[in-house]
């Protein structure tokens, strides 16, 4: 993490991201879809997972130490967060309390799962571009009433495999990203460098902008009009390492879009035409901490969404071993 005297230190200007016409765009979203090189039975980018890169990946553990890289449901509304989950106890009543016997405290959940501040999972089905899903599939399978193909169910098993944090405000200098920020393609790679840290084949990237920090300091906003995040041309870089798994403490889209008549651009190059997972949302500050006490930046991480067969998506809780 970056010194709190950098903090108060006058701010470096931060490069000013390109704009790209959605003809641009277009040609970058073929290109990536090209070169992923799956199909849908192999479940996308996953297919890189493989059991031998698992057992590496278990032998990136050193200390045993766990972190969550999940920030806490919230259950209050907010800016960036009008539709909060909503929980509440149905048991025990009042008589039950402090009755003779057995009782069961009970609990009702329920959530907006791709809204814009708890962690989750998207699955392959969630963004659809042109009428298709990722792998060409008619994006008429996701209906009103389920999703019939490309599933959350695709990830049953779970996700385990060698997570990599790239900490863009570290090699930055400065605690945070500010929201509208973007990241590059060489940024990614400035960072890797710096951390001395190589993202290869199979490996679930963690990209930090410090959403986290910025909202806990600063307080919450609206960031469906102003976010940090990945500028499209950054998709080359997952692309040409071959992971399997994308996330950040943001939700990976910046905000505005650099793409015009495109909302959500990195959505749609990593889960429509590269066949990536994303985690949005996700809570960094804890590991980048961990990880530049310890110098390093890989890890084991385990994933594990929900048992929703026929879901876009799922809260989640990944878990980093160091």
Same mark, same amino acid.
């Given at each position: ?6 903090? /108060?230190? =006058?701010? *470096?200007?931060? @490069?000013? $991201?390109?704009?790209?016409?959605? %003809? #641009?765009?277009? !040609? ?46 919230? /259950?209050? =509304?907010? *800016?960036?967060? @009008?539709? $909060?989950?909503?929980?509440?106890? %149905? #048991?025990?009543? !009042? ?48 209906? =009103? ?178």
């Amino acid at each position: 993490m970056v010194d709190r005297a950098k903090q /108060t230190a =006058p701010r *470096p200007k931060a @490069p000013v $991201p390109e704009r790209m016409s959605e %003809v #641009a765009f277009r !040609a970058l979203y073929r290109r990536l879809r090209e070169q992923a090189d799956g199909t849908v039975a192999d479940r996308g980018a996953l297919r890189r997972l493989t059991p031998e890169r698992v057992v590496a990946a278990v032998r990136e553990v050193r200390t045993g130490r766990t972190v969550s890289l999940a920030a806490p449901i919230e /259950t209050t =509304p907010g *800016p960036d967060n @009008p539709q $909060p989950a909503s929980h509440r106890m %149905v #048991a025990p009543t !009042a008589q039950e309390s402090t009755a003779h016997g057995l009782h069961f405290a009970r609990d009702r959940f329920a959530m907006n799962v791709h809204g814009d501040a708890d962690s989750h999972l998207d699955a392959l089905c969630h963004v659809m571009f042109d009428g298709e899903l990722y792998g060409g599939v008619p994006a008429s399978t996701v209906t =009103p009433d389920h999703a019939g193909a490309l599933t959350l169910d695709l990830v049953r098993d779970g996700i385990v495999g060698r997570g990599v944090l790239l900490d863009i405000p570290r090699l930055r200098g400065v605690p945070w990203l500010e929201p509208g920020e973007q990241v590059g393609a060489e940024d990614l790679e400035a960072a890797e460098a710096a951390q001395g840290v190589t993202v290869g084949p199979g490996d679930l990237l963690f990209v930090r902008v410090g959403h986290r920090g910025r909202r806990r300091s600063l307080g919450a906003w609206d960031p469906s009009q102003a976010r940090a995040g990945l500028h499209p041309e950054a998709m080359r870089f997952p692309a040409e390492r071959g992971v399997a798994v994308l996330g950040s403490d943001g939700n990976n889209d910046a905000a505005p879009s650099a793409v015009t008549g495109v909302g959500y651009p990195v959505h749609v190059l990593a889960v429509n035409a590269m066949g990536l997972h994303l985690l949005d949302w996700l809570d960094l500050e804890e590991l980048a901490e961990v990880c530049a006490g310890a110098s390093r930046s890989q890890f084991l991480c385990v994933v594990a969404p929900l048992r929703l067969p026929s879901a876009t998506g799922s809260p989640v809780n990944p878990i980093a071993v160091l």
